[in-house]
């Protein structure tokens, strides 16, 4: 079993449109959750990350963590073409500080 | 502030020969990681220095990469000899503190053919 499963997608949506992207891990030492955009030919930006459960809100983005489910998501609201990228969530923590990367959602906003 | 920065960019080398990426990092910046992103794959660690020293090398996938940061500055991640496994993308993050947040560089592309 892979320690962060994400599906890969390709997601299309309207412009507009509410996103859901979403991811499950198994190590339950993990406690910062973060969520990096990766667009095309360019390296991964931290997006926002999440301390333990909950939810964490900028903006148009929301992150929430479930850790009794070991479940996370992240919510677009309005989107926008610029916002077609691919979402990669990076759960760490259990003594390290490395995060380890799901394979990432490819969204597509069409305008 | 400049950011991350990698060469090559992209790079195409036969199976056998050698190839040395670069990494140089935000200025100030102790800790440096090497990841790598095969095609299809999730992105994986390789190694993280914290200046000059290896921190952790568990992700090295075998004596065939050898990663230097000489003087803890910037770093060079050689690849002797290439194998076609070896192809992906290879990406250099750097960040001042270990619970701060790490910038990413914009990846070398290797081609082994």
């Known amino acids: 079993q892979k320690e962060v499963e994400q599906d890969p997608g390709p997601l299309s949506v309207p412009e507009g449109a509410i996103v859901s992207l979403n991811c499950t891990y198994s190590?339950?030492?993990?406690?910062?959750f973060m969520w990096y955009r990766q667009y095309s030919r360019k390296g991964p930006e931290l997006l926002m990350y999440?301390?333990?459960?909950g939810n964490k809100e900028d903006g148009r983005f929301t992150a929430q963590v479930d850790k009794s489910s070991k479940y996370i998501s992240l919510f677009i609201r309005d989107s926008q073409p610029s916002d077609s990228a691919t979402y990669l969530c990076?759960?760490?923590?259990?003594?390290?500080?490395?995060?380890?990367f799901g394979r990432g959602t490819s969204l597509i906003v069409h305008p | 502030e400049a950011g991350v920065t990698q060469f090559p960019s992209h790079s195409v080398i036969e199976k056998g020969q050698t190839v040395t990426l670069r990494c140089d990092p935000i200025?100030?910046?102790?800790?440096l990681y090497w990841y790598r992103r095969v095609m299809g794959k999730e992105i994986k660690f390789l190694l993280h220095?914290?200046?000059?020293?290896?921190?952790?090398e568990s992700g090295m996938p075998n004596n065939r990469f050898l990663a230097e940061r000489t003087g803890g500055t910037y770093s060079t991640l050689k690849v002797q000899p290439a194998e076609l496994e070896d192809s992906g993308v290879y990406f250099c993050?750097?960040?001042?503190?270990?619970?701060?947040?790490?910038?990413f560089g914009q990846g070398t592309r290797l081609t082994v053919v």
């Open positions: 200025s100030g910046h102790d800790n």
């Open positions: 999440t301390y333990s459960s």
């Open positions: 220095f914290v200046k000059e020293s290896k921190q952790d």
């Open positions: 990076a759960p760490t923590g259990g003594g390290s500080y490395i995060p380890t």
């Open positions: 993050a750097s960040r001042r503190g270990m619970n701060t947040e790490a910038f």
């Open positions: 190590n339950s030492a993990f406690q910062y």
